[in-house]
């Protein structure tokens, strides 16, 4: 999407500029908050950034909100609170607790967050400006050497996030506030995207060190953002968090707190329409055409780069042979899922991507059309000219990819594939396909479930078709493949980036990696008419909350000059 690839552009800009650098003044990033000189997609060295929050943050004057309200918010699926692990969407309440160094804007262009600024005096180094006089939650100060110990430890092998800074060869202090990034490719590529997400969130070194282990820690988060916990939390139940008074940025942070509530799919709606719930971020397409016709509450629907996938383990039979993969690429209609899963609003997808990513390949776009007569053909080749059996797993509360799933077993049943669904405990769904086992890499031969998603194709390559991508079932890597994803992030030329990306996908066509790419499904938030602030709509797992408010009275709100 052109999202993409205006954060690609950013990042480029950075190496092309040699020493200089983007600069800004140490104040409050949202409207009134001053201006971000930072580089811009249109090649100025220069750039206003009005929000580092992803929304354009109101001034408290300008609106009738509450400070004290609290937002209820749905989905809750967290199975840990320390960044450096990855459990199902704890990113929902991560990004309450934790700020990251680089914030995205509503158009997923990076701009200051906890660093100010950013430059690239030589091709192999990145260097990242502090915010000045920010501290976490504890009193630690934040500082060079907070970015130091979170970045080390985000590479450490306890790390499942280590894939994302798979550029990054060390960290160094070079003054309180400025922080100096030795890279092993030399260009920076994709780290702006990289320190927006989970391996830029910065948590207290004082409360890592003094809980001793990772879910210590996870029990008792600290870190710098906006929100504070409180109280114990529940995996996948309710957790609070309340405004943190030492909050660097009060213009953004408009709510007195959060309640998270872990809520089954199926009632998604209910609890929204009852008053349960305010907000919810994880509507399919067609709760959100519903939700339209309630006066009471508004919704967001914006298309995504998230992906509903057959997912395969090709280091487990059946799927470790090539033809059965490609077989299933064949037996599954696209067209007719995606109308069916997303009330005609969805897209099939062929590749990983959307035809306006940099990594979409043309020419290998089709190349698994439907073809159930094709299937039997290959599945015969393999050996099984009276079919194939196999299992599939997909937590027992998740209707929606139930239903995927359900679609994707008769289709293929017309090709010779007898599937068995196993519904598991949501919890167990990624680990079974992922992690699992005596190797560590997964023991669920497929799993349909959803993929894509980051803001940056090499972000989703790292987390998803490494060897070592903690989301790479049987942790299986095509001979030359690294190389081809460190080429496209290696390259300061555009046409050479694009042709090495399109060299990477031509590649997962053919080897059907990680799976079946099936629909690209839409973003979808339906919150009540007195929520303020919402901008976008955005998957759960990325949902910001700067600038969010309820309105005194929860009266509606006036998102008119939104």
Same mark, same amino acid.
């Given at each position: 999407? @052109?999202?993409?690839?205006?954060?690609?552009?950013?990042?480029?800009?950075?190496?092309?500029?040699?020493?200089?650098?983007?600069?800004?003044?140490? #104040?409050?990033?949202?409207?009134?908050?001053? !201006?971000?000189?930072?580089?811009?997609?249109?090649?100025?060295? !220069?750039?206003? =950034?009005?929000?580092?929050?992803?929304?354009?943050?109101?001034?408290?004057?300008?609106?009738?909100?509450?400070? !004290?309200?609290?937002?209820?918010?749905?989905?809750?699926?967290?199975?840990?609170?320390?960044?450096?692990?990855?459990?199902?969407?704890? &990113?929902?309440?991560?990004?309450?607790?934790?700020?990251?160094?680089?914030?995205?804007?509503?158009?997923?262009?990076?701009?200051?967050?906890?660093?100010?600024?950013?430059?690239?005096?030589?091709?192999?180094?990145?260097?990242? +400006?502090? &915010?000045?006089?920010?501290?976490?939650?504890?009193?630690?100060?934040?500082?060079?050497? #907070?970015?130091?110990?979170?970045?080390?430890?985000?590479?450490?092998?306890?790390?499942?996030?280590?894939?994302?800074?798979?550029?990054? @060869?060390?960290?160094?202090?070079?003054?309180?506030?400025?922080? /100096?990034?030795?890279?092993?490719?030399?260009?920076?590529?994709?780290?702006?995207?990289?320190?927006?997400? $989970?391996?830029?969130?910065?948590?207290?070194?004082?409360?890592?060190?003094?809980?001793?282990?990772?879910?210590?820690?996870?029990?008792?988060?600290?870190?710098?953002?906006?929100? +504070?916990?409180?109280?114990?939390?529940?995996?996948?139940?309710?957790? !609070?968090?309340?405004?943190?008074?030492?909050? %660097?940025?009060?213009? *953004?942070?408009?709510?007195?707190?959060?309640?998270?509530?872990?809520?089954?799919?199926?009632?998604?709606?209910?609890?929204?329409? =009852?008053?349960?719930?305010?907000?919810?971020?994880?509507?399919?397409?067609?709760? #959100?055409?519903?939700?339209?016709?309630?006066?009471?509450?508004?919704?967001?629907?914006?298309? *995504?780069?998230?992906?509903?996938?057959?997912?395969?383990?090709?280091?487990?039979?059946?799927?470790?042979?090539?033809?059965?993969?490609?077989?299933?690429?064949?037996?599954?209609?696209?067209?007719?899922?995606?109308?069916?899963?997303?009330?005609?609003?969805?897209?099939?997808? %062929?590749?990983?991507? &959307?035809?306006?990513?940099?990594?979409?390949?043309?020419?290998?776009?089709?190349?698994?059309?439907?073809?159930?007569?094709?299937?039997?053909?290959?599945?015969?080749?393999?050996?099984?000219?009276?079919?194939?059996?196999?299992? #599939?797993?997909?937590?027992?509360?998740?209707?929606?990819?139930?239903?995927?799933?359900?679609?994707? /077993?008769?289709?293929? @049943?017309?090709?010779?594939?007898?599937?068995?669904?196993?519904?598991?405990?949501?919890?167990?769904?990624?680990?079974?396909? %992922?992690?699992?086992?005596?190797?560590?890499?997964?023991?669920? $031969?497929? *799993?349909?479930?959803?993929?894509?998603?980051?803001?940056?194709?090499?972000?989703?390559?790292?987390?998803?078709?490494?060897?070592?991508?903690? =989301?790479?079932?049987?942790?299986?890597?095509?001979?030359?493949?690294?190389?081809?994803?460190?080429?496209?992030?290696?390259?300061?030329?555009?046409?050479?980036?694009?042709? =090495?990306?399109?060299?990477?996908? /031509?590649?997962?066509?053919?080897?059907?990696?990680?799976?079946?790419?099936?629909?690209?499904?839409?973003?979808?938030?339906?919150?009540?008419?007195?929520?303020?602030?919402?901008?976008?709509?955005?998957?759960?797992?990325?949902?910001?909350?700067?600038?969010?408010?309820?309105?005194?009275?929860?009266?509606?709100?006036?998102?008119?000059? &939104?």
């Amino acid at each position: 999407m @052109k999202k993409r690839l205006v954060v690609i552009a950013a990042a480029l800009m950075l190496a092309s500029l040699g020493c200089q650098s983007s600069s800004t003044p140490e #104040a409050s990033p949202s409207n009134s908050g001053g !201006s971000a000189s930072i580089p811009s997609s249109s090649g100025s060295a !220069s750039g206003s =950034a009005s929000s580092a929050s992803g929304s354009s943050s109101p001034s408290p004057a300008a609106i009738n909100n509450d400070p !004290s309200a609290i937002l209820s918010y749905a989905p809750m699926q967290a199975m840990t609170l320390d960044p450096i692990k990855i459990g199902a969407s704890d &990113r929902t309440i991560m990004n309450a607790i934790y700020d990251t160094l680089v914030f995205l804007d509503d158009n997923d262009q990076p701009i200051p967050g906890l660093a100010i600024s950013w430059s690239s005096p030589d091709p192999a180094t990145f260097e990242l +400006k502090l &915010r000045n006089g920010v501290v976490f939650q504890d009193g630690t100060p934040f500082n060079a050497d #907070a970015v130091k110990f979170n970045l080390d430890r985000a590479m450490s092998p306890e790390s499942m996030i280590k894939a994302s800074l798979a550029q990054l @060869k060390a960290v160094e202090v070079v003054d309180p506030y400025t922080v /100096r990034l030795r890279l092993n490719s030399p260009l920076p590529g994709a780290l702006p995207a990289a320190l927006a997400g $989970q391996a830029g969130m910065m948590a207290s070194p004082t409360a890592v060190k003094n809980a001793g282990s990772s879910d210590a820690f996870s029990q008792h988060p600290v870190g710098a953002g906006m929100f +504070k916990l409180q109280g114990n939390w529940q995996p996948r139940t309710s957790a !609070s968090v309340r405004a943190w008074d030492g909050y %660097w940025d009060k213009k *953004s942070q408009l709510l007195g707190g959060i309640d998270f509530k872990g809520i089954s799919p199926d009632a998604y709606l209910n609890t929204l329409q =009852a008053g349960d719930v305010d907000m919810n971020s994880d509507l399919d397409e067609t709760m #959100a055409a519903t939700l339209q016709q309630n006066p009471s509450f508004r919704t967001k629907i914006s298309p *995504s780069s998230s992906v509903r996938t057959f997912f395969m383990n090709p280091t487990l039979a059946p799927f470790d042979k090539l033809e059965i993969r490609q077989a299933m690429a064949y037996a599954i209609d696209r067209e007719s899922i995606a109308k069916a899963m997303t009330n005609s609003m969805g897209q099939a997808a %062929w590749e990983f991507w &959307r035809k306006e990513d940099i990594a979409y390949n043309a020419d290998v776009a089709n190349r698994y059309s439907y073809d159930p007569n094709q299937a039997k053909a290959l599945l015969a080749q393999a050996g099984f000219p009276n079919g194939v059996s196999f299992h #599939a797993v997909i937590g027992r509360i998740n209707t929606s990819y139930i239903r995927f799933g359900e679609l994707v /077993r008769a289709q293929i @049943k017309q090709a010779g594939f007898d599937m068995t669904l196993d519904l598991v405990d949501p919890a167990q769904t990624t680990v079974l396909l %992922w992690r699992a086992g005596p190797t560590g890499r997964g023991t669920a $031969q497929a *799993s349909p479930l959803q993929g894509g998603g980051a803001e940056d194709p090499d972000v989703v390559l790292r987390q998803s078709f490494l060897k070592d991508s903690p =989301a790479n079932a049987g942790g299986y890597e095509p001979e030359g493949f690294r190389a081809l994803v460190d080429q496209a992030v290696s390259t300061v030329d555009v046409p050479e980036r694009k042709a =090495a990306y399109q060299e990477v996908t /031509r590649t997962i066509q053919e080897q059907v990696l990680p799976g079946v790419p099936v629909y690209f499904i839409s973003d979808a938030t339906g919150y009540a008419n007195y929520v303020g602030g919402v901008t976008k709509a955005m998957p759960h797992a990325r949902q910001t909350y700067r600038g969010l408010y309820i309105t005194k009275g929860k009266m509606p709100a006036d998102d008119a000059r &939104r």
